[in-house]
């Protein structure tokens, strides 16, 4: 699940011209370590949403990378 979430959150950053992430981990930002403005975090919420089949965003703003791993199914690849 890790590595589907890194791959879609650096799809995200591909499309802004921005290095890819090497890693993740839970403590992440998504704005200030990210780097996702309101635009990006709208394109990660369609493709997680796409992959997973959850929206992470239902239930408010997430703020970091655990929040948003704290949302997808445990059994998600």
């Known amino acids: 699940m890790e590595d589907t979430l890194l791959a879609i959150i650096n799809e995200v950053r591909a499309n802004?011209?921005?290095?890819?992430?090497?890693?993740?981990?839970?403590?992440?930002?998504?704005?200030?370590?990210?780097?996702f403005e309101s635009l990006d975090l709208a394109e990660l919420t369609v493709r997680i949403e796409a992959r997973f089949g959850v929206d992470v965003f239902a239930d408010g703003v997430v703020h970091t990378v655990g929040e948003v791993q704290a949302k997808l199914p445990c059994s998600a690849p």
């Open 16 to 35: 802004k011209q921005q290095e890819p992430l090497a890693t993740l981990s839970p403590e992440l930002r998504l704005h200030r370590d990210v780097g």
